[in-house]
């Protein structure tokens, strides 16, 4: 097993060398962004096979039973916050039992997600495409998408969802949005395909707790969750979960090859959802960049401070993240971690080439030092601390792929999340 003292870590980091061109600077919100790998300096990761008390992980048991709990309860202190489990009073809808979609080549199936009795109040719709004629329960991929159902794929029989329209403080109906999802060589594989829209569970907005599932938590005389709740991401986490919730009760999905993934802060939520709930078989995170694959201890491109700014994103996160925006050397966890709670199941992080705001060479450093958990747990990292070129993916347990464009999964992407999900979730 490797070691993972953060001695050698700090060599190794220092020594690695530039992986992305330098940039001119700039600034974001009055915050100044470093894009020059010289100017990334000295820092010390983590030691995440090290307890609390100081004693060595040397065993897949103590991992489990001991270190992995303790990271877990740091992210959730630290960055994501805390959340409840599931609703007591969560009920599904299945509104579309099984219409035939796609020229008869899948079914579709449509599920409203109701998370408290008040048919009223928060929910979600789950769309679902099953291979048509599989025979047994199939494994599928489930998006975490930016747009209602309905914008995601070009299927016209797709109720039309709503949108969170922040002028108005409302929901509105979507009927455009970013659609061109290719399904079918998912489906052609025997895969199938789910998604839902992230703003049904929680607004991607400040302000906008009452408006979301975080409003149903609130204790009396709260209007806002404690600085170690629930922010944004960990809400929209937490629809992945009550989304596998119902897919445990659908005889037709395999719930226990269930693959996740999104793009940006959706990539940031898919990595959470996979590392605090273990029932996830797979995590596919698309430039999630930093509050996700990318080392905060590294000051290059976004950091803690950018997130935390007032005019930025503070909300999708707990409020004691911002306490670590000018103490990152401080921070009590990293990206490797958070890629380590997946362990051992199969993570793959894709990124650009050109998204230095995302900070590629972070996210695969932290591939890097996660990899020591991976192989306490018998299971096979990166194998090489060079970062391969753009174009080249590396799919092991944990994969890494470089696209030679900018922010996002490219369609030619896709084809490479396909073949990671064939080697290790095959039907």
Known sequence: ?????????????????????????????????NYTEAKVGAYTLPDVLKLADGRPVRDAATWFE????????LFEENQYGRCPGRPADMSFDVFDKGGPAFGGKATRRQVTIHFSKDPAGPSMDLLIYLPAGAGKP????????????????????????????????????MTRGFGGMNVLPFLEKGFGFATFNYGDVDPDAPGAVAYGVRKLYLKEGQTEPAPDEW????????????AIDYFETDKDVDAKRVAITGISRLGKTVLWAGAHDTRVAMVIASCSGEGGAALSHRNYGETIKHLAAPTRYPYQFCANYGKWADNVAEFPVDAHMLIALIAPRPVLLQTGYTDKWSDPYGEFLAAVAAEPVYELLGKQGLGTTTMPPAGEPILHTIGFFMHAGGHGAAPADWPVFLQFMQMHLQP
Do not use: H, Y
């Open 1 to 33: 097993m490797k070691t993972t003292s953060c001695l050698l870590m700090l060599l190794f980091v220092c020594a690695a060398g530039a992986q992305i061109a330098d940039s001119p600077d700039e600034s974001v919100a009055g915050i100044p962004v």
């Open 66 to 73: 001991k270190r992995r709990p303790q990271i877990v309860r």
């Open 138 to 173: 199939a494994p599928l991929l489930l998006n975490l998408g930016f747009g209602a159902n309905n914008t995601m794929v070009n299927d016209p029989n797709v109720k039309v969802g709503t949108m969170w329209d922040r002028k108005q403080n409302k929901r509105v109906p």
């Open 231 to 242: 922010g944004s991401i960990a809400a929209w986490a937490w629809g992945i979960s009550r």
